[in-house]
T-cell receptor
Framework: AQKVTQAQTEISVVEKEDVTLDCVYE???????LFWYKQPPSGELVFLIR??????QNEISGRYSWNFQKSTSSFNFTITASQVVDSAVYFC????????????FGTGTRLTIIP | GAGVSQSPSNKVTEKGKDVELRCDPI?????LYWYRQSLGQGLEFLIY????????KSGLPSDRFSAERTGGSVSTLTIQRTQQEDSAVYLC?????????????FGEGSWLTVV
């Protein structure tokens, strides 16, 4: 069975601070994919990143960076110099490629950036 | 359209009535998914379509829930004899083709309230 744990239910930081959102996953698959989605108040899930299990290189996209470590089954997400527009619920998700990419989501982390 | 389109965006219905939720996936996307997001809970998978067939219906919570897809495009999720516990956001998603680790794109969801 697959499982994704986002232990941080809510985080509040002051604008311009850095913040890291944790994601720990469990799977028996050797090939799998990890995702992060952002859900702003509008409700739409916005795709942020997709990483396959064979690529452990960290990735940076602007103020966003991701740290994938298979040894600890973690896929953490860091926002540098946070902005008010970053306020949202962030979901980590796991899928396998056994035919349908059904996503297993974590329960989400609500991030509030205080101006 | 450019993104996944869902209608209605909001629906209030009386307990016991049937409701239909519509999803129009991104043009050319063969795989389509329905998820449910209940208040205070994460996202749970309901059903997956590849083309017009549904190889995975494992997430449908009861036989009151059904879904169909026609023409490899639009999908309808039907909830019969709605109950208050059906109140949730129903999210539709699509991807180019299932089973290949492709990114899944979500719509803004249909907010269902059963009173």
């Amino acid at each position: 069975a697959q499982k994704v744990t986002q232990a941080q239910t809510e985080i509040s930081v002051v604008e311009k601070e850095d913040v890291t959102l944790d994601c720990v996953y469990e799977t028996r698959d050797t090939t799998y994919y990890l995702f992060w989605y952002k859900q702003p108040p509008s409700g739409e899930l916005v795709f942020l990143i997709r990483r396959n299990s064979f690529d452990e290189q960290n990735e940076i996209s602007g103020r966003y960076s991701w740290n994938f470590q298979k040894s600890t089954s973690s896929f953490n997400f860091t926002i540098t110099a946070s902005q008010v527009v970053d306020s949202a619920v962030y979901f980590c998700a796991l899928s396998h490629n056994f035919g349908n990419e059904k996503l297993t989501f974590g329960t989400g982390t609500r991030l509030t950036i205080i101006p | 359209g450019a993104g996944v389109s869902q209608s209605p965006s909001n629906k209030v219905t009386e307990k016991g009535k049937d409701v239909e939720l519509r999803c129009d996936p991104i043009s050319g996307h063969t795989a389509l998914y329905w998820y449910r997001q209940s208040l205070g809970q994460g996202l749970e998978f309901l059903i997956y379509f590849q083309g017009n067939s549904a190889p995975d219906k494992s997430g449908l919570p009861s036989d009151r829930f059904s879904a169909e897809r026609t023409g490899g495009s639009v999908s309808t999720l039907t909830i019969q004899r709605t109950q208050q516990e059906d109140s949730a956001v129903y999210l539709c998603a699509s991807t180019v083709e299932g089973g290949l680790g492709n990114t899944i794109y979500f719509g803004e969801g249909s907010w269902l309230t059963v009173v």
